[in-house]
Structure formats: C-alpha cells, structure tokens
Antibody
Framework: QVQLQESGPGLVKPSQTLSLTCTVS??????????WSWIRQHPGKGLEWIGY???????YYNPSLQSRLSISLDASENQFSLRLSSVTAADTAVYYC??????????????WGQGALVTVSS | EIVLTQSPGTLSLSPGDRATLSCGAS??????LAWYQQRPGQAPRLLIY???IRAPDIPDRFSGSGSGTDFTLTISRLEPEDFAVYYC??????????FGGGTKVEIK
C-alpha cells in the first residue's frame, strides 16, 4: 500500500520561501508511469493543482505559480519536495502531496498524503 | 484554462436518497474527467476516472457518466458516510489541471 506523508514548517513569514517534503513509502519515486504531485486547498475552498514531477526529473507547473515554484525529487530518500518563493497570505492553505497515475491512458490522483497546513503570517 | 463548474453547490438529502451531481466543462474534455470525495478533515479520495470507471474498492452505488462538456456523478442510495464534498477534475488540458468548485452533499 502506497503512503505519502508531508512534512515541513507550519508557519512561514511573508516574502519568505515555503518548503515542504513528501516522503513516499510502499512505492518508489523512481518508478516510471507516476507523476509526483502537489495540490493545495485554501481554507474552506476547493482544490488547486500546483504541479508535478516525473521520475526523470521533468516538471510540469501550474502557470499561475510557475514563476515562484520549484519541485524536485530525491530518489535516495524516496522523497519529493516543493519550494514556493515570495509567499503572501494568499498562499495560506493545506498542501497535499499525491501520486498521479495512469491506466489505459486515463490519469488520476490515486494516493494522497494527509495534508499539511501552512500559514503565511508575520 | 478549462473551467469546471459544479452544480448544485449544496445538495440536501436524506440517507437512502439518490444524489445527482453535475460537472460542466468550459470546453470538451472528452472522457478525461475524474471524481473525488472529500470528507471533513480528510484528503480527497478517488471515486471515478475516465468519466465512468470506478476506482478500486469504490462501492457500486457510485457511478459516473458523460463525455465532452457535461458529466454526472450519481450516488444511487446515500449511506451516512457519503455525506461529504465531491470534486470533479479534468486532465484533457494539463496546463493547468483543474478541479471544479465542489458540491457538498449534506444531511437534510
């Protein structure tokens, strides 16, 4: 059973960089066919896709966040990470990591972490 | 960007009722649509992908239909654990992937 777990600071100051790590167990981030993803949910709101990374290191970002965003992979630790720079209060959200999988050319987020609340405040 | 519009925003029903949730896309997404359930305080859970294919271990009271721009998630008989928020998500256009705003199914 694949499990994902987010970790990182729950409080970030405005203008600083938000950093989160997702540790994967029960599966390898080096496996082809999966995209390791970040999704966020503003308080009481819907879901927003942030971006994902393939095992090869290729990244795909939401254009609305692309200029501030970096997603990386550490196969030795079986982890992937999110860095979002120049944060504001609008970046306060629950951040989920998730696995984006495919079957018969259909794609879906099949495994999710429990989510990590990150608050941007001084 | 493909915008997904879910309706209604809130559905007030009783256990045993049939729930019909809609998701409309601003342009065709073919069958590249998934549905997720999110219970309070939990991460979303995949229910349906390919518009109509149930994910593993999802009860058969959940069914999805539609293609192009109009999609429906039907819960044939609501169980207590089905009262939650439901999101649709498209992957026809990955720049960006988008989710609908959600439909909350609440107990009447």
């Amino acid at each position: 059973q694949v499990q994902l777990q987010e970790s990182g600071p729950g409080l970030v100051k405005p203008s600083q960089t938000l950093s989160l790590t997702c540790t994967v167990s029960g599966g390898s981030v080096n496996s082809g066919g999966y995209y390791w993803s970040w999704i966020r949910q503003h308080p009481g709101k819907g879901l927003e896709w942030i971006g994902y990374i393939y095992y090869s290191g290729t990244t795909y970002y939401n254009p609305s966040l692309q200029s501030r965003l970096s997603i990386s992979l550490d196969a030795s630790e079986n982890q992937f990470s999110l860095r979002l720079s120049s944060v504001t209060a609008a970046d306060t959200a629950v951040y989920y990591c998730a696995r984006y999988s495919s079957a018969n050319n259909y794609f879906f987020f099949d495994y999710w972490g429990q989510g990590a609340l990150v608050t941007v405040s001084s | 960007e493909i915008v997904l519009t879910q309706s209604p925003g809130t559905l007030s029903l009783s256990p045993g009722d049939r729930a019909t949730l809609s998701c409309g896309a601003s342009q065709s997404v073919s069958s590249f649509l998934a549905w997720y359930q999110q219970r309070p305080g939990q991460a979303p859970r995949l229910l349906i992908y390919g518009a109509s294919i149930r994910a593993p271990d999802i009860p058969d009271r959940f069914s999805g239909s539609g293609s192009g721009t109009d999609f429906t998630l039907t819960i044939s008989r609501l169980e207590p654990e089905d009262f939650a928020v439901y999101y649709c998500q498209q992957y026809a256009n990955t720049s960006p992937l988008t989710f609908g705003g959600g439909t909350k199914v609440e107990i009447k």
